[in-house]
């Protein structure tokens, strides 16, 4: 079992910057790809960026690229989304997520563990 926190969540201006942390416990994560996703109500949970735990290769959303960065601390277990640039349209639940065995890593039907998600709100 894979436990998943986020936190970091909360209110900025638009042009502002958050850096979202989800704390991960239960098992270890060397074969896992870590992604984040969001969802806004009404709409579909979006892919926003992944990490490959072992190694940091990273990929991104067309909508996030060059305005977010994943990135992990292997020590402290912990995957972080540093936000910046950030627009109303980023308003959204942001969820943590881990896969493992999956094919692309950017479908949420390929994340088996999930946290229960932290409001990020931008206003205009």
């Known amino acids: 079992q894979v436990q998943l926190v986020e936190s970091g969540g909360g209110l900025v201006q638009a ?11 239960g098992r270890t994560f060397s074969s896992y790809y870590m992604g984040w996703f969001r969802q806004v109500p009404g709409k579909e949970r979006e892919f926003v960026a992944r990490i490959r735990w072992s190694g940091g290769t990273t990929y991104y959303a067309d909508s996030v690229k060059g305005r977010f960065t994943i990135s992990r601390d292997n020590a402290k277990n912990t995957v972080y989304l540093q936000m910046n640039s950030l627009k ?37």
């Not at 042009?15 to 942390?21: E, K």
């Not at 308003?91 to 998600?117: F, I, N, P, S």
């Open 15 to 25: 042009g502002g910057s958050l850096r979202l942390s989800c704390a991960a416990s």
């Open 88 to 124: 109303p349209e980023d308003t959204a639940v942001y969820y943590c997520a881990a896969a493992l065995g999956g094919k692309y890593y950017y479908t949420a039907d390929e994340y088996r563990y999930w946290g229960q998600g932290t409001q990020v709100t931008v206003s205009s």
